[in-house]
């Protein structure tokens, strides 16, 4: 062991190679380009919640009746607009399934294909189903009654909260897919210094961590509470918000109780706060790498780099989404970026796991095991 690396004694016979895999360009960059619009969606999606364009089309899945609204104008334009992006995608990750089960000989990535395409037409439901919620009185009785509750809000924000959760996952099985395709990947050779057990773990923490601040980030926004907290990185002039002393005013133009002022702050100030713990672990995990590792880790040892990098700009755009009151384009930024950040360390994670099953002995006994992961 050498700077808390495992060095390897004798590269597994079945991790030289993926198995005498041939690349496949055509298919490779189709799917590069399927990933990089599944971002685009995401944009798309959260310049519907940005500028408060959800309910500007009230029928789903058409729009007034017809395939194309009359006019796309204000809301409608992002509303409408993002529906058109998301069938685009759908068809997309559609013909990415099909051709996948014709030509790729790994039954996994042929399997992954076709839970992309499910996934992301039970997305599109979710989607349909948040407008239906708000524009249908017999639907929104019923939701409400399932849930549980006495008005509509919390449905509505648990399923656009859901639909967003829903289009992260489909957007880190594209980034996957375009991986498994890549010729880094196909091409790949166990480097000299094999990763120990603790930094797969730790990979895990960090796709973990991100669900997570998704999922607050994703409450926060649906719920309006961007802004709840005006100042950063300071909330309302403290390190912690007065919770007990919050500026409340019973004649605001959107009225709350105290009790649901107090919710959203604490969700605005989690989001804050676990970004400080993401960030921090990212940089320490990218420092750590460098420092015992360096290039002798390959690609793992590049994407800590990305990562880091991608953190800091999400960072600086969260917090210029403060600073500038929530500006529309920066807040899409700072979304469609915490996407791209999630599907890199969800890629990230994926080669950790794929050195250190090369790392295993029971890679070297058995190439199999191996054949049946990459």
Known sequence: MKNGLLKHEEPPNGARESQGLKENPKLRWFAVFTAAATVFLIAAGASVTSTGSGDAVPDWPLSFGRLHPPQMVGGVFYEHGHRMVAGVVAALIAIQAVWLWRVEPRAWVRRLGWIALISVILQAVLGGLRVLVVSQESLQEYAMRMAGVNHVEPVRIGIGVLHALLAQIVLSMTFIIALALSPGWLRHRPPKLALPKSALKWAAFFVVALVIQLLVGGIMRHSGAGLIIPDFPLSHGKVVPPFNALPYDENAAIPMTYSELVFKTAMNFAHRTWAYVIAIGFIANMIWLARSGRKALGSVYTYSHVLAGLVFVQFFLGAT?????????????????????????VVYWFWCRRLRLEASPQAAVSPRTLEAHV
């Open 321 to 345: 989404t403060v600073w500038t009151e929530r500006n529309v384009w920066v807040s899409v930024f700072h979304v469609a970026t915490g996407a791209t950040l999630f599907g890199f360390t």
